[in-house]
């Protein structure tokens, strides 16, 4: 794990190995002012000599300064790697999202995605900045303070040999228990961030039914269940300091004793006064490094977990990949389901899409039907491979989707999905997602064939408006209107509209189709609605049941055959309308 993680300091490698360096030679600063202390004490305070007094300052005041500036330099070097870190991995992280298959992100849903990127990797860039600059000083600290002791008396230094396997045996327990916690804690924040989104998403229904005491009452639930995981793992944590004391200031009482002892009955030839406040210094820097040590142990507990959720986006492996040798054209858009079985989840025992056979010709128009759970959406979605089949082939141009290069066959399928998304930024930024290189005239002409045209003009800014993010400031069908604008850019082959004429007036609705069969006679379109009056114009209507084709044909083949296509027209067309 620490292996796939190291590989994103590329590019601050500089940095990472400047702060262990910095950080090294601080230390050595700080180890030698007690060194210098004890001579100051014993051969210049004792002896009354002004001389050494005043030579030994200025080597203080040298050793203070080089620490300082040694320690601000490692501040900035650490600070630079482990925000370059942090951008590479989050980078990194991205591109692999973006290459996932629908499959991938159904597994572990936006909202936990969105978590890694952000809260986890912000606890992993801070556990590497301890890593190259605290847990390098703690370490050190301790070594070259234990040996700097027993330089002093040996005897004395012996007692740091008893309290410091004490303390690791401890940590390490605490670890086994608290690392787990901190593991379900994360995935928790998940579900929190999930139920944020969801209310803020549909906040407007929320204040419509009056349900904001409901959703208070949800974060909470999800808040304090949050709380209880990450207070019992510091209650555990906390259980750190007591032991961390207890080891090291009961080295300090046991060095205290034994040093005055060693004075007195020595007269001073076995240890000095000098020397005892050394030791006592260096006992406060062991101190100080377990301290870190501890901060060190703690952050690396939490980053752990975050670890682990990031290390998972990284290894996992988009299910849908270009071939090793790939069609790069696509002749026409004929499009043939020849006995396709689905299911989103490989194990289902019930397929979604249970043995489809269809053949569309290229330049048609198809209408598909279906009740509420028929799997209209997931049929379409097999066409540009946002899911690959159980069994069974999709066809486009006469070649299976799976032997095409996923560039040149998206780029040939425009769909408009049930869901319209437009991005914050001004109109023409959103409808040249469809065409980056679209000029204004084909930018007008889209929106014309879209039926867009109008109500934009009729903005201040005309195709510079401003649009929020997910559209907010516009309709649902001016929105649905754009998105359709921005998927004809493509000038695709196949145009495929899923339910993506729901928001729009009947007669609005009849004009963009119309506008379609005159202006785009060549590209196969498939429509899904939930009106008739959308589709029986259409060459051909699919009528969907339960993942199964009940009937394909025409408006009046249908009509006259299909008892589900005969209920829906009876239902959505009056008698005397009849």
Same mark, same amino acid.
């Given at each position: 794990?620490?292996? %796939?993680?190291?590989?994103?300091?590329?590019?601050?490698?500089?940095?990472?190995?400047?702060?262990?360096?910095?950080?090294?030679?601080?230390?050595? /600063?700080?180890?030698?002012?007690?060194?210098?202390?004890?001579?100051?004490?014993?051969?210049?305070?004792?002896?009354?000599? /002004?001389?050494?007094? *005043?030579?030994?300052?200025?080597?203080?005041?040298?050793?203070?300064?080089?620490?300082?500036?040694?320690?601000?330099?490692?501040?900035?070097?650490?600070?630079?790697?482990?925000?370059?870190?942090?951008?590479?991995?989050?980078?990194?992280?991205? #591109?692999?999202?973006?290459?996932?298959?629908?499959?991938?992100?159904?597994?572990?849903?936006?909202?936990?995605?969105? +978590?890694? *990127?952000?809260?986890?990797?912000?606890?992993?860039? #801070?556990?590497?900045?301890?890593?190259?600059?605290?847990?390098?000083?703690?370490?050190? =600290?301790?070594?070259?303070?234990?040996?700097?002791?027993?330089?002093?008396?040996?005897?004395?230094?012996?007692?740091?040999?008893?309290?410091?396997?004490?303390?690791?045996?401890?940590?390490?327990?605490?670890?086994?228990?608290?690392?787990?916690?901190?593991?379900?804690?994360?995935?928790?924040?998940?579900?929190?961030?999930?139920?944020?989104?969801?209310?803020?998403?549909?906040?407007?229904?929320?204040?419509?039914?009056?349900?904001?005491?409901?959703?208070?009452?949800?974060?909470?639930?999800?808040?304090?269940?949050?709380?209880?995981?990450?207070?019992?793992?510091?209650?555990?944590?906390?259980?750190?300091?007591?032991?961390?004391?207890?080891?090291?200031?009961?080295?300090?009482?046991?060095?205290?004793?034994?040093? @005055?002892? *060693?004075?007195?009955?020595?007269?001073?030839?076995?240890?000095?006064?000098?020397?005892?406040?050394?030791?006592?210094?260096?006992?406060?820097?062991?101190? =100080?490094?377990?301290? /870190?040590?501890?901060?060190?142990?703690?952050?690396?507990? /939490?980053?752990?977990?975050?670890?682990?959720?990031?290390?998972?986006?990284?290894?996992?492996?988009?299910?849908?990949?270009?071939?090793?040798?790939?069609?790069?054209?696509?002749?026409?858009?004929?499009?043939?389901?020849? #006995?396709?079985?689905?299911?989103?989840?490989?194990? @289902?025992?019930?397929?979604?899409?249970?043995?489809?056979?269809?053949?569309?010709?290229?330049?048609?128009?198809?209408?598909?039907?279906?009740?509420?759970?028929?799997?209209?959406?997931?049929?379409?979605?097999?066409?540009?491979?946002?899911?690959?089949?159980?069994?069974?082939?999709?066809?486009?141009?006469?070649?299976?989707? $799976?032997?095409?290069?996923?560039?040149?066959?998206?780029?040939?399928?425009?769909?408009?999905?049930?869901?319209?998304?437009?991005?914050?930024?001004?109109?023409?930024?959103?409808?040249?997602?469809?065409?980056?290189?679209?000029?204004?005239?084909?930018?007008?002409?889209? &929106?014309?064939?879209?039926?867009?045209?109008?109500?934009?003009?009729?903005?201040?800014?005309?195709?510079?408006?401003?649009?929020?993010?997910?559209?907010?400031?516009?309709?649902?069908? !001016?929105?649905?209107?754009? &998105?359709?604008?921005?998927?004809?850019? %493509? %000038?695709?082959?196949?145009?495929?509209?899923?339910?993506?004429?729901?928001?729009?007036?009947?007669?609005?609705?009849?004009?963009?189709? !119309?506008?379609?069969?005159?202006?785009?006679?060549?590209?196969?379109?498939?429509?899904?609605?939930?009106?008739?009056?959308?589709?029986?114009?259409?060459? $051909?209507?699919?009528?969907?049941?339960?993942?199964?084709?009940?009937?394909?044909? +025409? #408006?009046?083949?249908?009509?006259?055959?299909?008892?589900?296509?005969?209920?829906?027209?009876?239902?959505?067309?009056?008698?005397?309308?009849?």
């Amino acid at each position: 794990m620490i292996r %796939k993680l190291a590989r994103f300091v590329g590019g601050y490698k500089k940095e990472a190995l400047l702060s262990p360096l910095l950080v090294s030679l601080e230390v050595v /600063m700080e180890v030698l002012i007690p060194l210098l202390m004890a001579d100051l004490i014993d051969f210049g305070v004792e002896l009354g000599d /002004m001389g050494y007094i *005043l030579k030994m300052g200025v080597a203080l005041v040298v050793c203070c300064l080089l620490s300082l500036f040694f320690g601000a330099l490692c501040g900035k070097t650490s600070s630079i790697a482990s925000a370059g870190f942090a951008k590479n991995l989050r980078k990194e992280m991205f #591109h692999k999202v973006q290459d996932y298959s629908f499959s991938n992100v159904d597994k572990f849903s936006s909202a936990s995605l969105v +978590t890694r *990127l952000t809260t986890d990797v912000t606890n992993i860039q #801070h556990s590497f900045m301890m890593i190259i600059r605290v847990a390098v000083r703690s370490p050190i =600290m301790m070594i070259f303070s234990i040996v700097a002791s027993f330089s002093i008396n040996a005897k004395l230094a012996t007692v740091f040999l008893y309290t410091v396997p004490l303390l690791a045996v401890g940590l390490v327990l605490i670890m086994r228990f608290v690392n787990p916690i901190f593991r379900r804690g994360f995935k928790t924040y998940d579900k929190l961030n999930s139920v944020v989104q969801e209310n803020i998403r549909g906040i407007r229904v929320v204040k419509s039914f009056v349900r904001e005491p409901y959703e208070i009452e949800k974060f909470t639930s999800v808040s304090q269940k949050i709380a209880g995981d990450f207070t019992k793992a510091e209650r555990i944590i906390a259980l750190n300091g007591p032991l961390m004391n207890i080891c090291a200031f009961g080295s300090m009482v046991v060095i205290n004793w034994l040093g @005055a002892k *060693l004075i007195i009955q020595s007269g001073g030839t076995a240890m000095t006064t000098g020397e005892l406040m050394s030791m006592l210094t260096f006992v406060m820097q062991i101190l =100080m490094s377990l301290m /870190m040590f501890s901060m060190i142990f703690m952050m690396i507990i /939490m980053s752990r977990a975050s670890m682990e959720r990031v290390v998972e986006v990284l290894d996992e492996e988009t299910e849908i990949r270009n071939p090793e040798h790939p069609v790069t054209e696509l002749s026409d858009g004929s499009i043939e389901f020849d #006995h396709v079985v689905f299911s989103y989840a490989r194990e @289902a025992e019930k397929p979604v899409l249970d043995d489809i056979c269809l053949s569309i010709r290229s330049g048609e128009t198809i209408g598909i039907l279906g009740g509420t759970g028929s799997s209209k959406s997931t049929l379409v979605q097999l066409i540009p491979r946002l899911y690959d089949v159980k069994s069974g082939a999709v066809k486009v141009g006469g070649v299976d989707v $799976r032997d095409y290069d996923l560039d040149t066959l998206r780029t040939n399928v425009a769909m408009v999905l049930q869901k319209n998304v437009l991005f914050s930024g001004s109109i023409k930024e959103n409808l040249r997602w469809g065409n980056e290189n679209a000029t204004d005239e084909e930018l007008v002409e889209a &929106c014309r064939l879209a039926q867009a045209d109008g109500f934009i003009r009729e903005f201040p800014d005309g195709y510079d408006t401003w649009i929020e993010q997910g559209g907010s400031n516009v309709s649902g069908g !001016q929105r649905q209107r754009l &998105c359709i604008a921005r998927a004809l850019l %493509k %000038k695709p082959k196949i145009l495929i509209l899923d339910d993506s004429t729901s928001a729009v007036d009947t007669r609005t609705d009849s004009l963009i189709r !119309q506008a379609f069969a005159e202006k785009i006679p060549n590209t196969t379109k498939l429509i899904i609605a939930q009106r008739i009056a959308s589709v029986q114009d259409a060459d $051909r209507i699919l009528v969907l049941d339960d993942g199964k084709i009940s009937g394909f044909g +025409t #408006h009046e083949e249908l009509l006259a055959t299909n008892q589900i296509y005969q209920e829906v027209y009876e239902t959505q067309f009056r008698k005397e309308d009849l």
